[in-house]
């Protein structure tokens, strides 16, 4: 990508719903469309993703999953792999398991601010269709770096979250519904983009997508710019740092996850359930270990040690039986006089 004087990178994140909408937007895009595409589909790491395949046939551009080091190529559409990040550097592709984003691995994210970080203002920023707000921080950081963000119209999404969520956060460029998108990001990738509007990237920003490809210079250091929360990472359990960024709240530990607000109160839930049912299966194998012991101290001719195992599994097995019905009612429901998580300080 020897000129930088137009739109060359263009980066989508989607997510519910984001296959069919992919699939209309690349059936628009022309062959000789002069900018890479960059895409992360949320898609569960159990699951080999089939997507370049589905692209390939619906529009006249061939989509791979690349590998890392892979030369990035304008009318070439890249998507990222199962469980794992794709991330962007001057004229090439990162593969990398690096830590989850927002629960997420791959994550739209690190793909928008890697992209932001190594194209400045030649990168178009899309988000289509999906749950929550994934997607917003890495737009606010293109927008930052002075490229353009572009959203689907959240009343023509499947899932309206992360579109609607990026407009209650910014001023965006562009919102138009996947029937549009195609003409318009091949008007932008045509047009100039102006060098004068890079910014100097903050070191938030160069420490999250450091920590992403394993740079060793920002291994072993705290977030930039956040402070200690009271709150634990749900993947690792250190200490998350809470930034505030233009009236987003977010989390990143110290290894490099990181969360929006909603998205860690989901990984919390996630690992409380976890921890619950660890519990359970600790209580019943402690019971069934004292059940074991109470038999075999019978088989003794020791009555008392038997009853003593006895007591100690019955409230074992009462413990694990309170501790599966609380397991088994799920997260609680929000309450109108529950706090926020800007609230709790």
Same mark, same amino acid.
């Given at each position: 990508?020897?000129?930088?004087d137009?739109?060359?990178?263009?980066?989508?994140g989607?997510?519910?719903?984001?296959?069919?909408?992919?699939?209309?937007?690349v059936?628009?895009?022309?062959?000789?469309?002069?900018?890479?595409?960059?895409?992360?589909?949320?898609?569960?790491?159990?699951h080999?993703?089939?997507?370049?395949?589905?692209?390939?046939?619906?529009?006249?551009?061939?989509?791979?999953?690349?590998?890392d080091?892979?030369?990035?190529?304008?009318?070439?559409?890249?998507?990222?792999?199962?469980?794992?990040?794709?991330?962007?550097?001057?004229?090439m592709l990162?593969?990398v398991?690096?830590?989850?984003?927002?629960?997420?691995?791959?994550? *739209?994210?690190? @793909?928008?601010?890697?992209? !932001?970080? %190594?194209?400045? &203002?030649?990168v178009v +920023?899309?988000?289509?269709?999906?749950?929550?707000d994934c997607?917003?921080?890495?737009?606010?950081?293109?927008?930052?770096?002075?490229?353009?963000?572009?959203?689907?119209?959240?009343?023509d999404?499947?899932?309206p979250?992360?579109?609607q969520?990026?407009l209650?956060?910014?001023?965006?460029?562009?919102c138009v519904?996947?029937?549009?998108?195609?003409?318009?990001?091949?008007?932008?990738s045509?047009?100039p983009?102006p060098?004068?509007?890079?910014?100097?990237?903050?070191?938030?920003i160069k420490?999250? *997508?450091?920590? @992403?490809?394993?740079?060793? !210079?920002? %291994?072993?250091? &705290?977030?930039?710019? +956040?402070?200690?929360?009271h709150f634990?990472?749900?993947?690792?359990?250190?200490?998350l740092?809470?930034?505030?960024?233009?009236?987003?709240?977010?989390f990143?530990?110290?290894v490099?996850?990181?969360?929006?607000?909603?998205?860690?109160?989901?990984?919390?839930?996630?690992?409380?359930?976890?921890?619950?049912?660890?519990?359970?299966?600790?209580?019943e194998?402690?019971g069934?270990l004292?059940r074991?012991?109470?038999?075999?101290a019978?088989?003794?001719?020791?009555?008392?040690?038997?009853k003593r195992y006895?007591?100690?599994?019955?409230e074992?097995?009462?413990? %694990?039986?309170l501790?599966?019905?609380?397991?088994?009612?799920?997260?609680?429901p929000p309450?109108d006089?529950?706090?926020?998580?800007?609230?709790?300080q």
């Open positions: 990508m020897a000129r930088r137009k739109h060359d990178l263009i980066v989508i989607a997510s519910m719903g984001g296959v069919e909408a992919l699939m209309a937007l059936e628009q895009l022309p062959e000789d469309l002069p900018a890479a595409v960059c895409i992360v589909l949320h898609i569960s790491p159990g080999r993703s089939v997507l370049p395949a589905i692209l390939s046939r619906a529009g006249p551009l061939t989509a791979v999953h690349p590998e080091g892979a030369r990035l190529e304008k009318g070439h559409i890249y998507v990222a792999p199962n469980d794992q990040h794709l991330l962007v550097e001057e004229g990162r593969v398991k690096g830590p989850r984003e927002n629960n997420h691995r791959p994550a *739209v994210d690190p @793909l928008f601010r890697s992209a !932001a970080l %190594a194209y400045g &203002p030649r +920023g899309v988000v289509l269709t999906g749950a929550m997607g917003s921080a890495g737009l606010l950081a293109i927008k930052q770096q002075g490229g353009l963000a572009v959203v689907q119209e959240p009343s999404a499947y899932c979250d992360m579109p969520n990026v209650n956060q910014m001023d965006v460029d562009h519904p996947i029937a549009k998108m195609g003409a318009l990001l091949n008007r932008l045509r047009s983009a060098l004068g509007r890079k910014r100097r990237a903050s070191q938030a420490r999250e *997508v450091g920590k @992403l490809r394993g740079d060793p !210079a920002m %291994a072993n250091t &705290p977030p930039a710019g +956040g402070r200690p929360s634990s990472c749900p993947d690792c359990g250190g200490v740092f809470e930034q505030d960024e233009q009236g987003q709240l977010r990143n530990c110290r490099g996850h990181a969360f929006t607000g909603n998205a860690l109160v989901s990984g919390q839930e996630d690992a409380l359930d976890g921890a619950l049912w660890a519990a359970v299966r600790s209580l194998e402690n069934a004292a074991r012991m109470a038999s075999h019978r088989e003794r001719n020791h009555a008392h040690s038997a006895d007591e100690r599994a019955r074992a097995e009462q413990q %694990a039986l501790i599966r019905q609380v397991a088994m009612k799920g997260p609680l309450r006089d529950a706090l926020s998580v800007e609230e709790i």
